[in-house]
């Protein structure tokens, strides 16, 4: 346990300084909340209602699938592994730290959009904060899941890069938080559905069991292939 706990923290403070970590999981997400924010409730006054749900998710997806997986590159994918396996140190226990580490950046933003968003723009608070809560953590943890796929998977950066833009922008755009997910064609939707984004919009805005299952399958499927790449990374 001690060794978790020091792992742990032992990535936090690596994460404040990776200027990646901090631009994907903080200032972009907050520039983005700033921007828009004021322009979705102004042309589209209805969206105080879910301002706070739409830039939760589109901060959550960036730092999963963008800023996090950089992290693992970091480490599986350079001559770092060699130095923890020499000194006996688990892999596994860098893939853990590095996962909850990065849960808890993600958890501050969205506390920092659930304070901003209604001080600014006057957004609604969920009606149920516990409710909200359990249905970020969910969805955080399944949108981290999907993003160690792309973090062990990918063999650079520049690979990685190009990876994390294609699962990232499909994501959003197709979720519902820009507009709603009834004006797409059926396979548009279907395709929105892959992914956690449009399954952690609709948990956010009322606890369901449809949005349940479907982050259940795609964790399901993100571990699989996690412990695939896995034994991959551990030959």
Same mark, same amino acid.
């Given at each position: ?90 892999? @596994?226990? *860098? /893939?853990?730290?590095? &996962?909850?580490?990065? +849960?808890?950046? $993600?958890? #501050?933003?969205? !506390?920092?959009? %659930? ?6 723009? @006057?957004? *609604? /608070?969920?009606?149920? &904060?516990?409710?909200? +809560?359990?249905? $970020?953590? #969910?969805?955080? !943890?399944?949108? %981290? ?20 833009? $294609? ?6 755009? %197709? ?61």
């Amino acid at each position: 346990m001690k060794a978790v706990i020091y792992g742990t923290a032992l990535q936090w403070k690596l994460d404040l300084r990776s200027r990646a970590l901090l631009i994907t999981c903080y200032l972009v997400p907050l520039l983005f909340f700033a921007l828009m924010g004021g322009i979705f409730t102004s042309v589209m006054p209805e969206m105080k209602e879910t301002l706070i749900p739409s830039m939760t998710v589109m901060g959550v997806s960036m730092g999963a699938f963008i800023g996090m997986p950089t992290s693992l590159v970091e480490i599986y994918g350079s001559d770092i592994k060699k130095l923890y396996r020499a000194g006996g140190i688990p892999l @596994g226990l *860098s /893939l853990f730290a590095i &996962l909850l580490s990065s +849960f808890l950046h $993600l958890m #501050i933003l969205s !506390v920092i959009l %659930l304070v901003a968003a209604p001080v600014f723009f @006057g957004a *609604s /608070l969920p009606e149920s &904060l516990p409710l909200f +809560f359990a249905a $970020l953590s #969910i969805f955080t !943890v399944v949108s %981290l899941s999907l993003g160690a796929v792309l973090g062990l998977a990918a063999r650079n950066q520049s690979r990685l890069t190009m990876v994390s833009q $294609l699962f990232f922008l499909p994501s959003i755009m %197709l979720s519902g938080i820009m507009f709603p997910q009834n004006l797409l064609p059926e396979p548009l939707i279907l395709l929105g559905n892959l992914f956690p984004a449009a399954w952690g919009y609709r948990l956010m805005q009322g606890f369901g069991i449809r949005p349940l299952l479907g982050l259940g399958a795609i964790l399901a499927i993100a571990v699989l292939a996690c412990v695939l790449l896995w034994r991959r990374q551990a030959e």
